[in-house]
């Protein structure tokens, strides 16, 4: 009877003091679009809100990724004398990826980086337009299909001064391995900017934030345990390794771009356990031909096998396989 | 987003509690399932620079008429007419629209050498305004150049010295007007055309009028057979204007017409959720309806009264059109419909409105208990064209405070009419044979009306005579929160919430009626089928 009378009490005000009820008979009109790619984010290029993320980043992110993933990070070199804007494409697992970029991201890069984010997940709610805008000067893109609009946005900002970092996969690896690279993402703007693309390789990352397996991929009469690790913050080392800048030639089309730079980064992901020497021997081992190489979206196996694969103790590599 | 259309919402149970005015205030009901709620249109873009606009439509006139540049020149006689005090509701913000066409007018007089022009505020029988009002209804630059010299004056239907006779309509109608307007080589009527009933022959033949000529329409027999007054081709209101307007014509006045419309704007930005539908108002339209209506629970009516009337509307231009009257007009009310019209599938048994605190005759004043009756019956009943809203022997339910209060310097007329003629009868057409005649010949109201501030001593009999089709048509009148022994005095029935007088209704349309409510602000005229 007391949790009956305390639910009354705390049931929703009713009209005009609660929110009003949509009458059955008249039709919702579609919302007006202020979120996903029609989310005005320019205020959070203002100085005002740079000012405010800097802070934030610089005393708040920056220190609490150190305790949370004490990084590892190779290839800075490759940032020092580069011609800015620049574009940072890197694998993607783990929503954790970009807070962790960026505060590993030298103090001149750091404050003028815009993030390609997802508008669909996002910018799909005007307070999470708003949050990401502001943490991590997120961009709404569109990854499910080519849209020009995202696109130019992006290309604007790059020539108009701001670093990119995107994720050319489109989204977060399902298992770990990573996707074959998005032609429409860090290649065509490469091509289309000029600028110069900067590959990065993320390692460890799925330790920290694992994703959250999907209900639908949940099997039936499963354990339910699937997904019992998913979406909780883990303290683990991470690494992040910076390639050297590539720009696309005259005659390279975006696909052909991209690709160079999947294999880059394919080539940063077998340093993690090496070192650049060994990587490129490996490398050419395996494929003479630049871009050619897939051993970094895993085996064409099963999900265990590929899991098992991907899971495998450091001590236990060698230094032809990759990742770990 | 691109304007939506008036539209019939049926309540159901999702459906929000609905908006109702209720004088110097307003309250939330929840409407029984089933009932419909009459939305207006949204308001129409306005025109972006209405000075060129106007100026366009002197230039090219309607009908057979010459450019206003063409009709002036020097030497000639002008006088310039314009609409009182009792349009637009609420007030408009400046610059009134009157001013901005005024000052168009005046500048091509100008141009042309024109020194005799006169203005005249076309009262008819109404009060006359004060220096405030006209300065706000002309502006400072025209008042400060024609008040001060005795050219900008007020129409006097009691000043025989100033009325012309110039002749009877073909039913016997004496047509009786200003004999400045009547003689000039040139009559510029400007008018504000808020509903359809605004504007045409009306201008002239009842704004310029005397008692004399007013009779021959403001009866019972008229008012009863104007169904309604907003549907020209039903109202015998606008046959007898148009009959005394073809008379004028014909005697020789040249009339330029300037008719203009606005759009339903009605209320600034802090109150516009009073115009919006119930389940679009933002969280900022609730706080502020939460904030506005408990604070105005709290103040006494008097206060309340002095802020509302302080309330400027943002009316905006949406068209005028000049040149002959009846080409005019014709353009005119397509213009008006366009912004009010709303289609209404069938009548209803029950009409509910909430009553807002203002009314043509009774800005920056009080809206007493005839005012009250005359705003239900006279002007919401009578927005439709068609059929009414409520069907013959239905009832309508008026939500209005009904206070027993008079402005004395106002409507001197109205307290002894609701004293000394309501107690003995409601019936216009008894009204009209027995008191009316010494209302209007009494010689200390005429002097109010010519001195002072005051309605003409028939006013509230007028205002009575404008209920005559509402009275004749329905089987009970009900009004939710007026004071009882004033509702009484009416003729009608009080009841102290809508539950209450739906109970009420039912004795006259049965246990399982229908519901009809027409949701104002804004004003709206319902194409009932």
Not at chain 1, 283 to 309: E, I, K, Q
Not at chain 2, 217 to 239: W, Y
Request: glycine share 6%; charged share 20%; with cysteine.
């Amino acid at each position: 009877m007391a949790g009956a009378g305390l639910r009354n009490r705390l049931r929703a005000p009713r009209f005009p003091l609660g929110a009003p009820s949509w009458p059955t008979s008249v039709p919702r009109p579609d919302p007006e679009r202020k979120i996903g790619l029609d989310y005005d984010h320019a205020w959070s290029r203002k100085y005002p809100a740079r000012l405010a993320r800097a802070v934030v980043l610089d005393n708040v992110a920056r220190p609490a990724a150190r305790l949370l993933a004490p990084a590892t990070v190779r290839g800075l070199e490759h940032l020092q004398h580069v011609d800015t804007p620049v574009i940072f494409a890197a694998n993607h697992a783990s929503h954790i990826d970009t807070p962790l970029l960026l505060t590993t991201l030298p103090v001149e890069f750091r404050h003028r980086t815009v993030v390609a984010a997802a508008s669909d997940y996002f910018f799909d709610r005007t307070w999470k337009s708003v949050l990401w805008s502001f943490a991590l000067a997120a961009i709404p893109i569109e990854r499910s299909r080519v849209n020009r609009k995202s696109i130019d946005t992006a290309a604007e900002l790059i020539e108009d001064g701001w670093n990119l970092v995107i994720f050319p996969e489109g989204g977060r690896s399902p298992d770990g391995w990573t996707q074959p690279f998005h032609p429409a993402s860090a290649g065509y703007l490469g091509k289309r900017t000029g600028r110069p693309v900067i590959p990065v390789f993320l390692h460890g990352t799925r330790h920290v934030l694992p994703k959250t397996a999907d209900a639908d991929a949940i099997a039936p009469g499963g354990s339910g345990t699937e997904a019992r690790h998913g979406g909780r913050l883990r303290r683990s080392p991470i690494a992040v390794l910076f390639g050297a800048p590539m720009t696309a030639d005259e005659d390279e089309n975006a696909r052909r771009f991209s690709d160079r730079v999947e294999a880059a980064v394919a080539t940063l992901s077998r340093e993690v356990h090496s070192d650049w020497w060994q990587a490129r021997r490996s490398l050419s081992a395996v494929s003479p031909t630049p871009g050619a190489d897939t051993a970094h979206r895993g085996p064409a196996a099963s999900s265990w096998r590929r899991a098992w694969a991907l899971d495998e103790p450091p001590s236990r590599v060698h230094d032809t396989e990759w990742p770990n | 987003m691109s304007r939506r259309p008036g539209f019939v919402l049926e309540v159901d149970k999702s459906t929000p509690p609905t908006l109702f005015w209720g004088g110097e205030g307003f309250t939330l009901e929840t409407l029984p399932e089933g009932s419909r709620v009459i939305y207006a249109p949204e308001p129409i873009t306005p025109i972006e620079d209405p000075y060129r606009a106007i100026r366009h439509a002197l230039l090219h006139p309607e009908g057979d008429r010459d450019p206003l540049p063409a009709l002036l020149r020097p030497g000639m006689k002008l006088t310039i007419c314009f609409d009182d005090i009792s349009l637009p509701l609420p007030p408009m913000e400046a610059p009134d629209v009157r001013q901005m066409v005024i000052e168009t007018v005046l500048d091509m007089a100008a141009e042309a050498g024109v020194d005799d022009v006169m203005l005249i505020a076309a009262l008819a029988l109404h009060r006359r305004m004060t220096e405030a009002e006209l300065r706000h209804a002309l502006g400072d630059r025209v008042y400060d150049a024609f008040a001060p010299h005795g050219l900008l004056t007020q129409h006097d239907a009691e000043d025989p010295a100033n009325l012309v006779f110039l002749g009877e309509t073909e039913q016997g109608e004496e047509v009786e007007i200003n004999k400045r307007a009547a003689t000039s080589d040139l009559l510029v009527y400007v008018n504000i055309n808020l509903v359809t009933m605004d504007g045409g022959h009306k201008s002239v033949a009842t704004g310029l009028a005397s008692y004399r000529s007013l009779r021959h329409h403001h009866n019972p027999q008229t008012m009863r057979h104007s169904k309604s007054f907003m549907d020209q081709p039903s109202s015998e209101l606008h046959s007898s204007n148009w009959r005394m307007g073809r008379l004028i014509a014909a005697a020789g006045v040249q009339v330029f017409q300037i008719e203009t419309t606005l759009n339903n704007e009605t209320f600034p930005p802090n109150f516009s959720f009073l115009q919006k539908r119930e389940w679009e108002w933002s969280l900022r339209d609730r706080a502020t309806y939460a904030a506005t209506s408990g604070a105005l629970a709290k103040t006494p009516p008097r206060v309340a009264r002095q802020i509302f009337h302080s309330i400027r509307s943002p009316h905006a231009l949406t068209s005028v059109q000049a040149g002959e009257v009846e080409a005019v007009h014709a353009l005119t009310t397509a213009n008006v419909w366009a912004q009010q019209g709303v289609d209404v599938e069938g009548q209803t048994d029950i009409m509910t409105m909430g009553l807002p605190y203002i009314c043509p005759y009774n800005v920056n004043s009080i809206m007493n208990p005839i005012l009250v009756a005359c705003l239900g019956l006279g002007y919401f009943f009578n927005m439709y064209r068609g059929k009414p809203v409520v069907r013959e022997g239905g009832v309508v339910i008026m939500r209005h405070p009904t206070r027993p209060e008079f402005h004395p310097g106002h409507h001197p007329s109205y307290i002894d009419f609701y004293e000394q003629v309501l107690p003995l009868t409601t019936d216009p057409m008894r009204m009209h044979k027995e008191f009316e005649e010494s209302f209007a010949t009494d010689p200390w109201y005429i002097h109010l009306y010519r001195t002072g501030h005051a309605y003409h001593g028939v006013h509230p009999f007028y205002m009575w005579y404008w209920c005559a089709h509402a009275l004749a048509h329905v089987g009970r009148v009900i009004v939710v929160g007026g004071d009882p022994k004033a509702v009484r005095r009416l003729g009608f029935s009080p009841a102290s919430s809508l539950d209450d007088a739906l109970e009420i209704a039912s004795d006259v349309v049965g246990p399982s009626p229908t519901l009809t409510h027409v949701h104002n602000p804004p004003i709206f005229m319902s194409d009932v089928h």
